[in-house]
Protein backbone atom coordinates (compact mmCIF):
# COMPACT_ATOMS: atom_id res chain seq x y z
CA UNK A 1 0.00 0.00 0.00
CA UNK A 2 1.87 3.23 -1.15
CA UNK A 3 2.87 5.37 1.82
CA UNK A 4 -0.21 8.10 2.22
CA UNK A 5 1.34 9.73 5.44
CA UNK A 6 2.46 13.62 4.81
CA UNK A 7 4.29 16.54 6.66
CA UNK A 8 2.21 17.19 9.45
CA UNK A 9 -0.14 14.03 9.34
CA UNK A 10 1.45 11.25 11.25
CA UNK A 11 -0.68 8.17 10.51
CA UNK A 12 -0.51 5.66 12.94
CA UNK A 13 -3.67 3.67 12.30
CA UNK A 14 -3.69 4.28 8.16
CA UNK A 15 -0.36 1.74 7.91
CA UNK A 16 -1.50 -0.76 9.47
CA UNK A 17 -5.21 -0.73 8.26
CA UNK A 18 -6.51 -4.27 5.99
CA UNK A 19 -9.86 -3.34 4.80
CA UNK A 20 -8.09 -1.30 2.14
CA UNK A 21 -10.20 -1.34 -0.86
CA UNK A 22 -8.13 0.55 -2.95
CA UNK A 23 -7.25 -2.70 -5.42
CA UNK A 24 -10.77 -3.35 -5.34
CA UNK A 25 -13.28 -2.77 -8.39
CA UNK A 26 -16.28 -0.76 -7.49
CA UNK A 27 -19.39 -1.69 -8.87
CA UNK A 28 -20.37 -0.10 -11.90
CA UNK A 29 -22.41 3.18 -12.20
CA UNK A 30 -21.81 3.93 -8.83
CA UNK A 31 -19.06 5.00 -6.40
CA UNK A 32 -19.59 1.70 -4.20
CA UNK A 33 -17.44 1.14 -1.49
CA UNK A 34 -15.41 -1.64 -3.03
CA UNK A 35 -15.37 -5.20 -1.65
CA UNK A 36 -16.13 -3.53 2.26
CA UNK A 37 -20.14 -4.22 3.14
CA UNK A 38 -21.49 -0.80 2.62
CA UNK A 39 -23.26 0.27 6.11
CA UNK A 40 -24.35 4.05 3.94
CA UNK A 41 -26.25 3.95 0.36
CA UNK A 42 -27.38 6.74 -1.30
CA UNK A 43 -28.87 5.97 -5.10
CA UNK A 44 -29.96 7.57 -7.63
CA UNK A 45 -30.06 10.74 -5.11
CA UNK A 46 -31.75 14.24 -6.94
CA UNK A 47 -32.41 17.27 -4.54
CA UNK A 48 -34.38 20.08 -5.80
CA UNK A 49 -33.68 23.06 -3.71
CA UNK A 50 -36.15 25.71 -5.77
CA UNK A 51 -38.48 26.98 -2.79
CA UNK A 52 -41.81 24.72 -3.56
CA UNK A 53 -43.92 27.43 -2.78
CA UNK A 54 -46.89 28.35 -5.35
CA UNK A 55 -46.16 32.26 -6.66
CA UNK A 56 -48.37 34.04 -8.97
CA UNK A 57 -46.59 32.41 -12.24
CA UNK A 58 -47.15 28.92 -10.53
CA UNK A 59 -44.80 26.39 -9.03
CA UNK A 60 -41.00 26.95 -9.68
CA UNK A 61 -38.97 25.05 -12.13
CA UNK A 62 -36.92 22.43 -10.08
CA UNK A 63 -33.53 23.00 -9.85
CA UNK A 64 -31.38 20.07 -8.51
CA UNK A 65 -28.44 20.75 -6.90
CA UNK A 66 -27.52 17.17 -6.84
CA UNK A 67 -28.85 15.16 -9.63
CA UNK A 68 -28.69 11.44 -9.71
CA UNK A 69 -25.89 10.53 -7.08
CA UNK A 70 -25.05 7.12 -6.24
CA UNK A 71 -22.00 6.43 -3.13
CA UNK A 72 -21.80 4.17 -0.82
CA UNK A 73 -19.51 4.36 2.90
CA UNK A 74 -18.49 0.90 4.37
CA UNK A 75 -17.70 0.62 8.03
CA UNK A 76 -13.82 2.07 8.61
CA UNK A 77 -13.32 4.12 5.27
CA UNK A 78 -13.52 7.47 3.94
CA UNK A 79 -15.21 8.39 1.11
CA UNK A 80 -13.57 11.65 0.13
CA UNK A 81 -16.13 13.80 -1.66
CA UNK A 82 -14.25 17.02 -4.04
CA UNK A 83 -15.59 19.28 -6.31
CA UNK A 84 -15.43 23.28 -6.36
CA UNK A 85 -18.05 25.18 -4.60
CA UNK A 86 -21.35 25.00 -5.81
CA UNK A 87 -21.14 21.88 -7.15
CA UNK A 88 -23.64 20.41 -4.56
CA UNK A 89 -21.01 18.73 -1.56
CA UNK A 90 -23.28 20.10 0.97
CA UNK A 91 -26.57 19.97 -0.46
CA UNK A 92 -25.92 15.95 -0.64
CA UNK A 93 -24.35 15.63 2.72
CA UNK A 94 -27.45 17.52 4.10
CA UNK A 95 -29.78 15.38 2.15
CA UNK A 96 -28.28 12.36 3.89
CA UNK A 97 -29.23 13.30 7.33
CA UNK A 98 -32.70 14.67 6.43
CA UNK A 99 -32.11 18.42 6.41
CA UNK A 100 -32.48 18.71 3.07
CA UNK A 101 -35.62 16.23 1.58
CA UNK A 102 -34.83 14.13 -1.56
CA UNK A 103 -36.90 14.60 -4.57
CA UNK A 104 -36.63 10.92 -5.75
CA UNK A 105 -33.99 8.22 -5.14
CA UNK A 106 -32.90 6.52 -1.87
CA UNK A 107 -31.05 6.56 0.90
CA UNK A 108 -29.83 2.99 3.09
CA UNK A 109 -28.46 2.24 6.08
CA UNK A 110 -26.82 -1.41 5.40
CA UNK A 111 -30.21 -2.91 3.91
CA UNK A 112 -32.67 -0.81 5.54
CA UNK A 113 -34.41 2.14 2.98
CA UNK A 114 -34.70 5.14 4.98
CA UNK A 115 -37.04 8.37 4.54
CA UNK A 116 -35.80 10.84 6.88
CA UNK A 117 -39.45 12.63 6.54
CA UNK A 118 -41.38 10.20 9.14
CA UNK A 119 -40.33 9.96 12.61
CA UNK A 120 -39.01 6.09 12.70
CA UNK A 121 -36.67 7.50 9.27
CA UNK A 122 -35.37 10.14 11.23
CA UNK A 123 -34.87 8.42 14.21
CA UNK A 124 -33.14 5.65 12.50
CA UNK A 125 -30.69 8.43 10.74
CA UNK A 126 -30.60 10.08 14.02
CA UNK A 127 -28.33 7.25 15.51
CA UNK A 128 -27.07 5.98 12.76
CA UNK A 129 -25.47 9.50 10.76
CA UNK A 130 -23.91 12.13 12.61
CA UNK A 131 -22.90 15.39 10.90
CA UNK A 132 -19.25 17.39 11.63
CA UNK A 133 -19.93 20.77 10.59
CA UNK A 134 -17.77 23.12 9.58
CA UNK A 135 -18.12 25.92 11.84
CA UNK A 136 -18.58 23.71 15.37
CA UNK A 137 -19.13 27.01 17.21
CA UNK A 138 -23.00 26.93 14.85
CA UNK A 139 -23.62 23.82 16.00
CA UNK A 140 -22.88 24.05 19.80
CA UNK A 141 -25.61 25.98 21.75
CA UNK A 142 -23.80 28.85 22.91
CA UNK A 143 -26.66 28.43 26.51
CA UNK A 144 -25.35 25.07 26.87
CA UNK A 145 -22.02 23.98 28.57
CA UNK A 146 -20.40 20.93 26.81
CA UNK A 147 -22.33 18.46 29.73
CA UNK A 148 -25.40 19.60 28.36
CA UNK A 149 -24.99 19.52 25.13
CA UNK A 150 -23.83 16.09 25.23
CA UNK A 151 -25.79 14.68 27.70
CA UNK A 152 -28.94 15.85 25.21
CA UNK A 153 -27.06 13.39 22.87
CA UNK A 154 -26.63 10.47 25.87
CA UNK A 155 -30.35 11.19 26.58
CA UNK A 156 -31.43 11.19 23.07
CA UNK A 157 -29.55 7.43 22.73
CA UNK A 158 -31.30 6.37 25.81
CA UNK A 159 -28.13 6.03 28.32
CA UNK A 160 -29.96 6.17 32.13
CA UNK A 161 -29.40 9.85 33.96
CA UNK A 162 -26.94 7.87 36.39
CA UNK A 163 -24.46 6.44 33.94
CA UNK A 164 -24.48 10.32 31.66
CA UNK A 165 -21.79 12.08 33.65
CA UNK A 166 -19.01 9.05 33.36
CA UNK A 167 -20.14 8.66 29.68
CA UNK A 168 -19.46 12.44 28.88
CA UNK A 169 -16.37 11.90 30.16
CA UNK A 170 -15.54 8.99 28.31
CA UNK A 171 -16.56 11.21 25.61
CA UNK A 172 -14.84 13.95 25.76
CA UNK A 173 -11.33 12.21 27.16
CA UNK A 174 -11.86 10.38 23.45
CA UNK A 175 -11.68 13.64 21.64
CA UNK A 176 -8.62 14.38 23.38
CA UNK A 177 -10.30 17.21 26.10
CA UNK A 178 -10.56 16.36 29.92
CA UNK A 179 -13.36 16.55 32.44
CA UNK A 180 -12.65 20.13 33.63
CA UNK A 181 -13.63 21.06 29.88
CA UNK A 182 -17.28 19.62 30.70
CA UNK A 183 -18.65 22.64 32.25
CA UNK A 184 -17.51 25.50 30.04
CA UNK A 185 -19.56 26.89 27.88
CA UNK A 186 -18.78 27.02 23.94
CA UNK A 187 -17.38 30.16 23.63
CA UNK A 188 -14.60 29.36 26.23
CA UNK A 189 -12.59 26.90 23.83
CA UNK A 190 -10.68 27.78 20.92
CA UNK A 191 -11.56 26.89 17.21
CA UNK A 192 -9.85 23.41 17.16
CA UNK A 193 -11.77 22.54 20.74
CA UNK A 194 -15.22 23.13 19.75
CA UNK A 195 -14.04 20.98 16.68
CA UNK A 196 -13.36 18.27 19.40
CA UNK A 197 -16.39 18.65 21.20
CA UNK A 198 -18.51 18.68 17.91
CA UNK A 199 -16.98 15.66 17.01
CA UNK A 200 -17.38 14.49 20.96
CA UNK A 201 -21.17 14.86 20.59
CA UNK A 202 -21.46 13.26 17.26
CA UNK A 203 -20.20 10.46 19.05
CA UNK A 204 -22.46 10.53 22.39
CA UNK A 205 -24.97 8.79 20.00
CA UNK A 206 -22.83 5.82 18.79
CA UNK A 207 -23.21 6.48 15.07
CA UNK A 208 -22.15 4.32 12.36
CA UNK A 209 -21.22 7.16 9.63
CA UNK A 210 -19.86 10.77 10.08
CA UNK A 211 -20.45 13.56 7.42
CA UNK A 212 -17.23 15.65 7.92
CA UNK A 213 -18.57 18.80 6.04
CA UNK A 214 -15.05 20.65 5.60
CA UNK A 215 -14.53 19.54 9.44
CA UNK A 216 -11.16 22.04 9.22
CA UNK A 217 -11.15 24.15 6.42
CA UNK A 218 -12.39 27.17 9.26
CA UNK A 219 -8.68 26.28 11.80
CA UNK A 220 -5.56 26.81 11.58
CA UNK A 221 -3.00 24.82 9.54
CA UNK A 222 -1.56 23.20 12.36
CA UNK A 223 -4.83 22.41 14.20
CA UNK A 224 -6.48 20.85 11.07
CA UNK A 225 -3.52 18.52 11.27
CA UNK A 226 -4.65 17.18 14.99
CA UNK A 227 -8.30 17.03 13.86
CA UNK A 228 -7.69 15.23 10.95
CA UNK A 229 -5.40 12.46 12.76
CA UNK A 230 -8.49 12.65 15.89
CA UNK A 231 -10.56 11.33 13.06
CA UNK A 232 -8.49 8.95 11.65
CA UNK A 233 -8.04 7.39 15.04
CA UNK A 234 -11.40 7.15 15.97
CA UNK A 235 -12.49 6.23 12.45
CA UNK A 236 -9.84 2.72 12.87
CA UNK A 237 -10.70 2.57 16.73
CA UNK A 238 -14.81 2.79 16.42
CA UNK A 239 -14.76 0.99 12.95
CA UNK A 240 -16.87 4.59 11.55
CA UNK A 241 -17.71 5.07 7.89
CA UNK A 242 -16.58 8.95 6.48
CA UNK A 243 -18.02 11.04 3.84
CA UNK A 244 -14.84 13.07 3.71
CA UNK A 245 -16.27 16.37 2.07
CA UNK A 246 -13.13 18.97 2.11
CA UNK A 247 -11.69 21.84 -1.15
CA UNK A 248 -7.94 20.46 0.26
CA UNK A 249 -7.03 17.39 -1.85
CA UNK A 250 -4.15 16.96 0.33
CA UNK A 251 -6.57 16.84 3.13
CA UNK A 252 -8.79 14.10 1.26
CA UNK A 253 -5.91 12.22 -0.27
CA UNK A 254 -4.25 11.14 3.62
CA UNK A 255 -7.75 10.17 4.88
CA UNK A 256 -9.56 8.87 2.33
CA UNK A 257 -9.80 5.02 0.81
CA UNK A 258 -11.91 6.26 -2.32
CA UNK A 259 -12.59 9.59 -3.69
CA UNK A 260 -15.71 10.77 -5.38
CA UNK A 261 -15.89 13.74 -7.45
CA UNK A 262 -18.44 15.93 -8.37
CA UNK A 263 -19.45 18.29 -10.81
CA UNK A 264 -22.59 20.42 -11.14
CA UNK A 265 -24.78 18.02 -9.15
CA UNK A 266 -23.76 15.12 -10.58
CA UNK A 267 -20.48 12.57 -9.86
CA UNK A 268 -18.00 12.63 -12.79
CA UNK A 269 -15.03 10.39 -11.22
CA UNK A 270 -15.01 7.88 -8.33
CA UNK A 271 -12.62 5.18 -7.48
CA UNK A 272 -9.58 4.01 -5.01
CA UNK A 273 -7.89 7.58 -3.98
CA UNK A 274 -4.52 6.40 -5.30
CA UNK A 275 -5.71 5.26 -8.99
CA UNK A 276 -7.72 8.80 -9.04
CA UNK A 277 -4.68 10.78 -7.58
CA UNK A 278 -2.23 9.14 -9.92
CA UNK A 279 -4.28 9.22 -13.01
CA UNK A 280 -7.36 11.03 -13.22
CA UNK A 281 -9.71 10.16 -15.87
CA UNK A 282 -11.94 12.72 -16.45
CA UNK A 283 -10.86 16.29 -17.40
CA UNK A 284 -12.01 18.06 -14.30
CA UNK A 285 -10.51 15.48 -11.91
CA UNK A 286 -7.54 16.59 -14.02
CA UNK A 287 -7.93 20.00 -13.77
CA UNK A 288 -8.57 19.79 -10.00
CA UNK A 289 -5.51 17.63 -9.34
CA UNK A 290 -3.36 19.79 -11.47
CA UNK A 291 -4.43 23.09 -9.36
CA UNK A 292 -3.28 21.34 -6.17
CA UNK A 293 0.06 21.95 -4.96
CA UNK A 294 0.61 17.99 -4.19
CA UNK A 295 4.35 16.79 -5.08
CA UNK A 296 3.44 13.21 -6.15
CA UNK A 297 0.93 14.06 -8.76
CA UNK A 298 3.00 17.19 -10.29
CA UNK A 299 4.86 16.87 -12.99
CA UNK A 300 8.46 18.19 -12.03
CA UNK A 301 7.55 21.14 -13.89
CA UNK A 302 4.25 21.83 -12.65
CA UNK A 303 1.61 22.23 -15.41
CA UNK A 304 -1.30 23.87 -14.01
CA UNK A 305 -5.05 23.55 -16.25
CA UNK A 306 -6.74 26.79 -15.41
CA UNK A 307 -10.48 26.25 -16.38
CA UNK A 308 -12.22 29.20 -18.17
CA UNK A 309 -16.21 30.39 -17.23
CA UNK A 310 -17.29 29.76 -14.16
CA UNK A 311 -19.30 26.84 -12.91
CA UNK A 312 -22.93 26.74 -14.60
CA UNK A 313 -26.21 27.51 -12.87
CA UNK A 314 -27.86 23.86 -11.45
CA UNK A 315 -31.25 26.06 -12.85
CA UNK A 316 -30.11 25.63 -16.46
CA UNK A 317 -27.40 23.17 -16.73
CA UNK A 318 -25.84 22.54 -20.39
CA UNK A 319 -27.32 19.34 -22.44
CA UNK A 320 -25.39 16.30 -22.57
CA UNK A 321 -22.29 16.67 -20.47
CA UNK A 322 -22.29 19.23 -18.16
CA UNK A 323 -18.81 19.90 -18.12
CA UNK A 324 -18.50 20.63 -21.87
CA UNK A 325 -18.89 24.53 -21.51
CA UNK A 326 -15.67 24.47 -19.76
CA UNK A 327 -14.09 21.11 -21.20
CA UNK A 328 -10.42 21.79 -22.01
CA UNK A 329 -9.74 18.67 -24.45
CA UNK A 330 -11.02 20.73 -27.48
CA UNK A 331 -13.19 22.89 -29.19
CA UNK A 332 -16.81 21.93 -28.78
CA UNK A 333 -17.25 22.82 -32.80
CA UNK A 334 -15.14 19.71 -33.74
CA UNK A 335 -17.47 17.13 -35.38
CA UNK A 336 -16.34 14.13 -32.86
CA UNK A 337 -16.96 15.73 -29.80
CA UNK A 338 -20.93 16.01 -31.18
CA UNK A 339 -21.48 13.56 -28.81
CA UNK A 340 -20.47 15.47 -25.73
CA UNK A 341 -23.23 18.05 -26.69
CA UNK A 342 -25.91 15.56 -27.37
CA UNK A 343 -25.72 12.95 -24.97
CA UNK A 344 -25.22 13.03 -21.30
CA UNK A 345 -21.77 10.47 -20.39
CA UNK A 346 -22.65 8.09 -17.26
CA UNK A 347 -19.89 6.67 -15.05
CA UNK A 348 -17.91 3.51 -16.72
CA UNK A 349 -15.06 1.65 -15.39
CA UNK A 350 -12.03 2.69 -17.24
CA UNK A 351 -8.80 0.58 -18.01
CA UNK A 352 -7.46 2.46 -14.91
CA UNK A 353 -9.82 0.83 -12.62
CA UNK A 354 -11.82 4.29 -11.16
CA UNK A 355 -15.09 5.48 -12.55
CA UNK A 356 -15.49 8.46 -15.16
CA UNK A 357 -18.44 9.72 -16.90
CA UNK A 358 -16.94 11.24 -19.81
CA UNK A 359 -17.04 10.41 -23.79
CA UNK A 360 -13.00 10.76 -23.76
CA UNK A 361 -12.11 9.90 -20.37
CA UNK A 362 -8.74 9.10 -19.86
CA UNK A 363 -7.77 11.35 -22.96
CA UNK A 364 -6.45 14.12 -21.22
CA UNK A 365 -4.15 13.05 -18.17
CA UNK A 366 -1.40 15.14 -16.37
CA UNK A 367 1.41 14.60 -18.73
CA UNK A 368 -0.24 15.34 -21.33
CA UNK A 369 -1.18 19.12 -19.78
CA UNK A 370 2.58 20.54 -21.45
CA UNK A 371 0.43 20.37 -24.73
CA UNK A 372 -3.18 21.62 -23.70
CA UNK A 373 -4.71 24.29 -24.77
CA UNK A 374 -5.30 26.48 -21.50
CA UNK A 375 -2.11 25.65 -19.20
CA UNK A 376 0.18 27.98 -17.41
CA UNK A 377 3.81 26.71 -16.13
CA UNK A 378 4.49 27.79 -12.48
N1 LIG B 1 -31.80 26.47 -0.47
C1 LIG B 1 -31.32 26.72 -1.68
N2 LIG B 1 -32.00 27.49 -2.55
C2 LIG B 1 -31.52 27.74 -3.79
N3 LIG B 1 -30.37 27.24 -4.26
C3 LIG B 1 -29.65 26.46 -3.45
C4 LIG B 1 -30.07 26.14 -2.10
N4 LIG B 1 -29.15 25.32 -1.54
C5 LIG B 1 -28.19 25.15 -2.47
N5 LIG B 1 -28.50 25.82 -3.60
C6 LIG B 1 -27.71 25.84 -4.84
O1 LIG B 1 -27.31 24.51 -5.08
C7 LIG B 1 -25.99 24.47 -5.58
C8 LIG B 1 -25.14 23.59 -4.71
O2 LIG B 1 -24.90 24.23 -3.44
P1 LIG B 1 -24.05 23.52 -2.28
O3 LIG B 1 -24.01 24.45 -1.13
O4 LIG B 1 -24.59 22.17 -2.05
O5 LIG B 1 -22.62 23.41 -2.97
P2 LIG B 1 -21.23 23.02 -2.30
O6 LIG B 1 -20.51 22.19 -3.30
O7 LIG B 1 -21.45 22.43 -0.95
O8 LIG B 1 -20.52 24.42 -2.14
P3 LIG B 1 -19.45 24.87 -1.00
O9 LIG B 1 -18.23 24.04 -1.24
O10 LIG B 1 -19.25 26.32 -1.28
O11 LIG B 1 -20.09 24.60 0.33
C9 LIG B 1 -25.53 25.91 -5.68
O12 LIG B 1 -25.77 26.38 -7.00
C10 LIG B 1 -26.41 26.63 -4.70
O13 LIG B 1 -26.58 27.98 -5.08
Redesign the pocket.
Known sequence: MPDRTMEGFPSPGSASRSGDPSGSVPRSGDAGSGSLAPLLVIEDLRVN???DRRSLFGRPDP?Y??DGVSLAVAGGETLGLV????????????TVVGI?QPSSGAIRIGPERVDASTPNGANTLRSTVQYVFQDPYASLNPRRTVRQSLDEALEMRGVPRAERAAEAGELIRRVGLNDRHLDRYPHAFSGGQRQRIGIARALAVQPQVLIC??PVSALDVSIQAQIINLLETLRDELGLGYLF?A?DLSVVRHLSDRVAV?YL?KIVESGPVEAVYAAPQHPYTVALMSSSPIPSIATRERERLVLTGD?P???NPPSGCRFRTRCPIGPITNPERQICVEKAPVLAETPSGQLAACHFAGEMSMSALATAGSHEKE
Open positions: VASVAVGESGCGKSTLARNDEIHMGLSPK
